[in-house]
T-cell receptor, first 114, second 112 residues
Framework: KAGVTQTPRYLIKTRGQQVTLSCSPI?????VSWYQQTPGQGLQFLFEYFSETQRNKGNFPGRFSGRQFSNSRSEMNVSTLELGDSALYLC?????????????FGSGTQLSVL | KQEVTQIPAALSVPEGENLVLNCSFTDSAIYNLQWFRQDPGKGLTSLLLIQSSQREQTSGRLNASLDKSSGRSTLYIAASQPGDSATYLCAVLSGGSYIPTFGRGTSLIVHP
């Protein structure tokens, strides 16, 4: 069974640009959540999608957005990139994201903003 | 608001030692606690998941315990090996929205 797949693995962008990251969950998983990881802040929750609906959202500005498709694949978009957006972006999937399930993570997308 | 703390932040030990990593949380009303391993620049690999009703979980050389009343979990690694070198994170799931709160991790180096 294939794991969580994130593309691309690395990205280099300049300030002001926008970027789209992709996440394909484990087959059958309907919940996809996104996280930002930086040395200074650790792992922070961005948002979670379930059955194409955003179910939860973290404390990030509106420049960060996402969506989920009918096949459960998810994308996140960051517009008007800032230097501080440089981070490892991780997505995780689970069946339904209830209180009794493991989270399975992808390898992440390393975003560098110059 | 749930807060998760991991101590120590870094640990360096010789091969073969038994280790204990600590994770503490402020709100004991949790659904579960999950331990992860992260290699540099990579994603998180799930090690053990402990439900709120459980006291411990074991997988191979790993044993995780949970004491909700004291807000603590420990990850015990037996007979450490250089391949165990990584950052270990704990994540607590609590609150009605099922959003996990992560600790900052313990960076472990096991030297031959």
């Amino acid at each position: 069974k294939a794991g969580v797949t994130q593309t691309p693995r690395y990205l280099i962008k300049t300030r002001g640009q926008q970027v789209t990251l992709s996440c394909s969950p484990i087959s059958g998983h309907r919940s996809v959540s996104w996280y930002q990881q930086t040395p200074g802040q650790g792992l922070q929750f961005l948002f979670e999608y379930f059955s194409e609906t955003q179910r939860n959202k973290g404390n990030f500005p509106g420049r960060f957005s996402g969506r989920q498709f009918s096949n459960s694949r998810s994308e996140m978009n960051v517009s008007t990139l800032e230097l501080g957006d440089s981070a490892l972006y991780l997505c995780a999937s689970s069946l339904r994201q209830t209180g009794d399930e493991k989270l399975f993570f992808g390898s992440g997308t390393q975003l560098s903003v110059l | 608001k749930q807060e998760v703390t991991q101590i120590p932040a870094a640990l360096s030990v010789p091969e073969g030692e038994n280790l204990v990593l600590n994770c503490s949380f402020t709100d004991s009303a949790i659904y579960n606690l999950q331990w992860f391993r992260q290699d540099p620049g990579k994603g998180l690999t799930s090690l053990l998941l402990i439900q709120s009703s459980q006291r411990e979980q074991t997988s191979g050389r790993l044993n995780a315990s949970l004491d909700k009343s004291s807000g603590r979990s420990t990850l015990y690694i037996a007979a450490s090996q250089p391949g165990d070198s990584a950052t270990y994170l704990c994540a607590v799931l609590s609150g009605g929205s099922y959003i996990p709160t992560f600790g900052r991790g313990t960076s472990l180096i096991v030297h031959p």
